[in-house]
């Protein structure tokens, strides 16, 4: 048996214990109220949550115990967690082999629910760590490019096009069962040089801008269910960006790429997606009146993606959060979380752990009660390879597999909303 399998053993053994105790564990009623009934302060919540997720983890300290020596096994051949494993080059890669996954994963409990359960990758993971891809495939029904569909690494040459990192991610989804999401199409950062150093007319950037969407939309015309077609328009005081697109072709880039998006795949769901914007305020404000009015004028839009960065510092009302979702469902629009993360200040430490479970928590029950809110997507995997760290120093934590690919309270805080609502 090769590592690959010695490890896949060890991960059934392990959930299929866990799926028993999970089991006894939802048959608690009473217990249960501590996860879905919110206590009636912020000291008593966390104490709660720390009496909940510390029961959790008693539970299934047999099967922890069971697995263990299948883990040292694999410590011992060199796999550790979700670091990068790679093959001696004088021997073979081990054949691949059909990862089974349990029933009380994300993805199978999402499944009853009919909501896509999501996360945004990044396709060399894919190809060289055999533990990233096995959380993806078991965890997650739908993918979303991190990286590789924005405009600078698509399209790095004016007459040059190249898919070939996008691919791959499509290609990993199509062979798992999974969805993708495009991201994204029209954005203000991450633009190649040679169009932000050009000298352009107006009506140059838009043959640019038109050629891109379509080009893009049609490679992938009948494989990806949603696209992010413009990406933060609205600036943090609720009005529009001033951006490289507004700037060169003023307002009507945010109608023209719907338009031309539609043209391209009229049958993929097309979204304005934004962050900032999830509870009420002046900017939620400015994105459903930017909605409303362009439904009004007729263009393709089929619905609003709430990003949901997040931190313990800051976080939306779960009700406002809800008030949202339902002013877009009156429009006739989906909604989906499409970039979570919540962010903790170090120190982490385990009190800081259980409140993050509680949001995750709040923010999907919101949405799994909203029936306009179809998908539930994470901005990553594994804290390991987060873009927290280097874009808000003093910050990590903030996905719900740590370091090493294994859950942490907010996985299951989130197993548990989903098993019990």
């Not at 089991?23 to 000291?43: F, N, Y």
């Not at 104490?47 to 047999?62: I, S, T």
């Not at 933060?232 to 023209?256: C, H, M, N, P």
Request: some cysteine; hydrophobic content about 40%; proline content about 4%.
């Amino acid at each position: 048996m090769n590592l690959v399998t010695n490890h896949h053993l060890g991960t059934v053994i392990l959930f299929k214990c866990e799926k028993q105790q999970l089991k006894r564990l939802s048959a608690r009623k009473g217990k249960i109220a501590l996860l879905t009934t919110e206590p009636p302060d912020k000291h008593d919540r966390l104490l709660a949550g720390a009496f909940l997720f510390e029961r959790r983890r008693r539970e299934v300290k047999k099967c922890l115990l069971v697995g263990m020596v299948l883990t040292l096994f694999i410590s011992l051949a060199g796999v550790t967690g979700c670091v990068e494993a790679r093959p001696p080059a004088e021997e073979a890669a081990p054949a691949e082999e059909e990862t089974v996954c349990i029933d009380t994963s994300l993805r199978s409990l999402a499944q009853v629910h009919n909501m896509q359960v999501g996360a945004a990758v990044q396709a060399g993971l894919l190809a060289t760590n055999p533990r990233y891809a096995e959380t993806l495939r078991c965890e997650f029904s739908m993918l979303v490019p991190e990286n590789a569909m924005k405009f600078e690494h698509v399209h790095p040459g004016r007459d040059r096009y190249d898919f070939s990192t996008a691919d791959a991610i499509v290609d990993f989804a199509e062979a798992n069962g999974m969805q993708v999401r495009g991201h994204t199409l029209v954005w203000h950062s991450q633009l190649p040089d040679w169009l932000t150093e050009g000298n352009w007319t107006r009506d140059e950037l838009i043959k640019i801008l038109q050629e891109h969407i379509m080009t893009v939309v049609g490679h992938y015309q009948g494989r990806i269910v949603a696209w992010d077609v413009v990406n933060e328009a609205v600036d943090d005081g609720g009005s529009l960006r001033d951006t490289f697109w507004l700037q060169g072709i003023g307002e009507d880039y945010i109608k023209l790429a719907f338009c031309w998006a539609h043209e391209a795949d009229p049958e993929a769901l097309l979204f304005y997606n934004d962050y900032g914007g999830e509870g009420l305020e002046p900017k939620s404000d400015t994105i459903y009146e930017l909605i409303q009015s362009l439904l009004d004028e007729g263009v393709p839009i089929h619905g609003v993606g709430l990003q949901m960065h997040l931190s313990l510092d800051s976080y939306p009302k779960a009700q406002d959060v809800a008030t949202n979702l339902n002013r877009l469902s009156v429009l006739g629009l989906e909604a989906h979380i499409t970039e979570m993360d919540v962010r903790i200040q170090q120190p982490v430490t385990e009190e800081k752990l259980n409140e993050q479970a509680y949001v995750y928590r709040d923010i999907l029950q919101v949405c799994l009660s909203a029936q306009n809110c179809k998908a539930f997507v994470l901005w990553g995997v594994t804290d390991r390879y987060s873009w927290i760290p280097l874009f808000f120093p003093g910050y990590q934590a903030a996905l719900i597999f740590d370091e090493n690919c294994d859950p942490k309270p907010a996985y299951y805080a989130l197993t548990d909303v989903l098993a019990g609502h």
